[in-house]
């Protein structure tokens, strides 16, 4: 009988088409429903470990009418069997992020997890205009990157709802 030289070369591409297509979302993280606000941000696969270089806390307070507001604790923790990669454990302000690969999350995404609008133009139920105005600064410096902006270990970002003209960050 003679033996096809392909078959080994045909059945390894099967094979690894049927892992990528089958396993891929158990192995990096949970595939997440298209209309879920934070499908940009995976759940994470507690089989795998967090790569050490990249778990990182960049810390948030958002501050309205002078108002200091709390960044509830159990953000993206709170979703039956699914562990957000971008999440809070307490209310400090202290944002996690601990995925089971690299990929860089932005404020929207912590946003989108948190379920709550933010923009250059909305924070949580306030919109700017009408003699208001959305403010941010991260590391002390005013930014323009609201939710473009990438979250990074150890950043201070601040956002600030408050009367247009008023002195603050």
């Known amino acids: 009988m003679k033996k096809n030289k392909r078959t080994p070369l045909v059945i390894t ?10 396993g891929f979302n158990n192995f990096v993280g949970r595939r997440i429903p298209e209309q879920d606000a ?6 994470i696969n507690p089989a ?7 778990h990182i806390h960049p810390h948030l307070r958002i501050v309205i009418n002078d108002e200091p507001q709390a960044i509830p604790g159990g953000i993206g923790l709170a979703v039956t069997d699914c562990e957000r990669a971008v999440h809070t454990h307490d209310a400090t302000g202290e944002i996690h992020i601990e995925p089971n690969f690299y990929q860089e ?22 919109a ?4 208001h105005e959305i403010v941010m600064a991260v590391d002390g410096r005013i930014s323009q990157n609201f939710e473009r902006l990438v979250l990074k270990d150890g950043q201070d970002i601040l956002i600030e709802y408050r009367k247009t003209g008023v002195a603050g960050i």
């Open 13 to 22: 591409v099967v094979l690894a088409a049927a892992i990528g297509l089958l």
């Open 38 to 43: 934070s499908a940009s941000v995976p759940c």
């Open 48 to 54: 795998l470990p967090t790569p050490s270089q990249y």
């Open 105 to 126: 999350f932005t404020l929207a995404d912590f946003f989108g997890v948190w379920g709550k609008p933010f923009s250059k133009d909305q924070l949580l139920d306030f």
């Open 128 to 131: 700017s205009g009408d003699g």
